[in-house]
């Protein structure tokens, strides 16, 4: 079992920045594929971010290319996305979400890849 906790998340203006971050405990953490994703009201849950348990990978969302990072710290457990320039668009329940991997470089982009997830944090971007 691999348990989630998300912080991070809040209220802002169209530009400004927020960093989310994922709290990973359990078992084996230190080989879990990570993904950010997010729902919007009324829409499917899209993947936003994606890293593989080495860091060697990332993958990220041609709508948040340039403005996002995901990072980890294995010290920590802990995985971060870093969202800058914030749209009026990117407000949504951001989830994080896990998965083991026995391939140190792999990602993984779709929401049924993933068997650990996230309660979710709100992001709201005023315009």
């Known amino acids: 079992q691999v348990q989630l906790v998300e912080s991070g998340g809040g209220l802002v203006q169209a530009g400004d920045s927020l960093r989310l971050a994922c709290a990973a405990s359990?078992?084996?953490?230190?080989?879990?594929?990570m993904g950010w994703f997010r729902q919007a009201p009324g829409k499917e849950r899209e993947v936003v971010a994606a890293?593989?348990?080495?860091?060697?990978?990332?993958y990220y969302a041609s709508s948040v290319k340039g403005r996002f990072t995901i990072s980890g710290d294995n010290a920590k457990n802990t995985v971060y996305l870093q969202m800058n320039k914030l749209k009026p668009e990117d407000t949504a329940v951001y989830y994080c979400a896990a998965r083991h991997s026995q391939y140190s470089n792999s990602y993984y982009i779709t929401a049924l890849d993933y068997g650990y997830w996230g309660q979710g944090t709100q992001v709201t971007v005023s315009s």
């Open positions: 890293i593989s348990w080495s860091g060697s990978s990332t």
């Open positions: 359990g078992r084996t953490v230190s080989s879990a594929a």
